[in-house]
């Protein structure tokens, strides 16, 4: 069964350091997500993709934050600088479009120091 | 905006005892509903959904059933086991529109810890 590749799964970095994320959804999906997890919370959106294209970044920290998915396959999510609050679970998902059902990556833990 | 709303837990229950994690939703339109379950250290899996009211939506022993009058997706498994120990998450997906297309989004609840004893 195809799945939703995320790597690292663990990172752990210093506050100020720059760092990276990277998603490979499942083949033929056109919609991609990142997520944002809090310890304890439930996964808030923080940017979706509809192919190679933003079509909701309106909860990502911009000033921060940036995504990109330029071939419209594979996605990198870039924290810099990183915060101690930044401290959380990053989800990516895909769909096939962006009324089916999403499926979810393993996530990377990121720890800020 | 949308909101899903989650008993709070943490839930504690025996092998075999019945379960019941209730949700609650605020939306506007006719949104889909869903259950996501997360083991400890791993991405969401999808439980169950339902995509319209009255809808029933059931796998692994698991159903929730889709009540557009009381706004509820409430889950409930007849018996439960060890094995099902997790975090379970309500969501809610609702379409928006921008330049002429239209988009879904997920909305989650905050999560209901589900620990089952031998």
């Known amino acids: 069964e195809a799945e939703v590749a995320q790597s690292p799964r663990y990172k752990i970095t210093e506050k100020s350091q720059a760092v990276a994320f990277w998603c490979d959804p499942i083949?033929?999906?056109?919609?991609l997500y990142w997520y944002r997890q809090i310890l304890g919370q439930g996964p808030e959106l923080l940017v979706q993709f509809q192919d190679e294209s933003v079509v909701d970044d309106s909860q990502l920290p911009k000033d921060r934050f940036s995504a990109e998915r330029l071939k419209g396959v594979d996605s990198t999510l870039k924290i810099q600088p990183a915060e101690l609050g930044d401290s959380a679970m990053y989800l990516c998902a895909s769909s096939l479009s962006d009324i089916e059902t999403q499926y979810f990556g393993p996530g990377t833990r990121l720890l800020v120091l | 905006g949308n909101s899903v709303t989650q008993m709070e837990g943490p839930v504690t229950l025996s092998e075999e005892a019945f379960l019941t994690i209730n949700c609650t939703y605020t939306a506007t339109g006719y949104p889909s509903l869903f259950w996501y379950v997360q083991y400890p250290g791993e991405g969401l899996q999808l439980l169950l959904k339902a995509t319209k009211a009255d809808d029933k939506g059931s796998n692994k022993g698991f159903e929730a059933t889709y009540r557009k009058e009381t706004t509820s997706f409430h889950l409930e498994k007849g018996s439960v086991q060890v094995s099902d120990s997790a975090v379970y998450f309500c969501a809610l997906s609702d379409r928006w529109s921008a330049g002429g297309t239209s988009y879904g989004k997920l909305t989650f609840g905050q999560g209901t810890i589900l620990t089952v004893h031998p």
């Open positions: 083949s033929g999906h056109a919609t």
